[in-house]
T-cell receptor, first 113, second 115 residues
Framework: DSGVTQTPKHLITATGQRVTLRCSPRSGDLSVYWYQQSLDQGLQFLIQYYNGEERAKGNILERFSAQQFPDLHSELNLSSLELGDSALYFC????????????FGQGTRLTVV | AQSVAQPEDQVNVAEGNPLTVKCTYSVSGNPYLFWYVQYPNRGLQFLLKYITGDNLVKGSYGFEAEFNKSQTSFHLKKPSALVSDSALYFCAVRPFTGGSYIPTFGRGTSLIVHP
């Protein structure tokens, strides 16, 4: 168990809908990273938050947004969903701002139908 | 820009035989290199990392990796494979200093260990 909790584990939704994925980092970790894993794109970095502030942005679509709350949990919001958004979404946490050894959650498998 | 290549989508090895999973990288300056493993329906788990020093890095579950600066490679190795080592393995790189400190991951190599 990595200590990183992601909910829900599975999510099935229709095109055009909006969903929220939640991540609770390991106790004491200030950084949260979001990744998207798909068969054709591999593991893609989306966004990082550090102690409540956006720290780095990767290949995140404008339809996607994220935030980190004062208790350090993070949410990834995906809107106007398309079939191609179906993927495994991972959250990882790390103690500091620079990712060294990250601890990954078990992921949320999103299926858009 | 930094990049990672894992040239083999799949590696097959018999239990008890040595295994190698290949990784080559491109990064500005000195690299900070990682290996992660992903078991089915699980998140990635950290195996080992290279920062500086000894080119042979030892990690979890008996795995080790050899850093070769001239060949820009960081191959993952294990002397004797177990069936339970079957999983997806990811190599990642980021610059040691400067640049983006977000690692870039390879596309992964599926390791299959046959009994």
């Amino acid at each position: 168990d990595s200590g990183v909790t992601q909910t829900p584990k599975h999510l099935i939704t229709a095109t055009g809908q909006r969903v929220t994925l939640r991540c609770s980092p390991r106790s004491g970790d200030l950084s949260v990273y979001w990744y998207q894993q798909s068969l054709d794109q591999g593991l893609q970095f989306l966004i990082q938050y550090y102690n409540g502030e956006e720290r780095a942005k990767g290949n995140i679509l404008e339809r996607f947004s994220a935030q980190q709350f004062p208790d350090l949990h993070s949410e990834l919001n995906l809107s106007s969903l398309e079939l191609g958004d179906s993927a495994l979404y991972f959250c990882a946490s790390a103690p500091g701002g620079g990712l060294t050894e990250a601890f990954f959650g078990q992921g949320t498998r999103l299926t858009v139908v | 820009a930094q990049s990672v290549a894992q040239p083999e989508d799949q590696v097959n090895v018999a239990e008890g035989n040595p295994l190698t999973v290949k990784c080559t990288y491109s990064v500005s300056g000195n690299p900070y290199l990682f290996w992660y493993v992903q078991y089915p329906n699980r998140g990635l788990q950290f195996l080992l990392k290279y920062i500086t020093g000894d080119n042979l890095v030892k990690g979890s579950y008996g795995f080790e990796a050899e850093f070769n600066k001239s060949q820009t490679s960081f191959h993952l190795k294990k002397p004797s494979a177990l069936v339970s080592d079957s999983a997806l393995y990811f190599c990642a790189v980021r610059p040691f200093t400067g640049g983006s400190y977000i690692p870039t991951f390879g596309r992964g190599t599926s390791l299959i260990v046959h009994p």
